[in-house]
């Protein structure tokens, strides 16, 4: 089972890994405008608030790569920490920007924290 968690758990770090370059780099491009549904106009007026935003998310794929690196208690103590902030993030998201974060962001977070928990 803890194969199986850190799988995932490598995957929501690398998730958020993307969600850093979609904010940071692509927000204002085709690919990043695509991925947010968002306007030429709202991309340029959005982009340094886009830009903090990815640097949270790389926050969040590093601390959950640092879990993964040390293994062992301390590294699920960390992936737990980790994770229980992307569900958070994830939550609160779908709560107050669109349903769709729950989805993508929270419930990746939800299955990773329970295979952590039963690994």
Known sequence: MSILANIVVAIIALMH???LILEMV????PTGRRAFGTTPEYAAQTKVLAANQG???GFLAAGLAWGLILGGTE???VKLFFLACVLVAG???GLTATRKVLWIQGLPA???LALVLAG
Request: charged fraction near 10%; aromatic fraction near 26%; glycine fraction near 16%.
């Open 17 to 19: 890994l993307w969600f």
């Open 26 to 29: 692509l927000w204002d491009k």
């Open 55 to 57: 640097l949270y998310n």
């Open 75 to 77: 590294g699920t103590h």
């Open 91 to 93: 939550v609160y998201g």
């Open 110 to 112: 939800a299955i990773g």
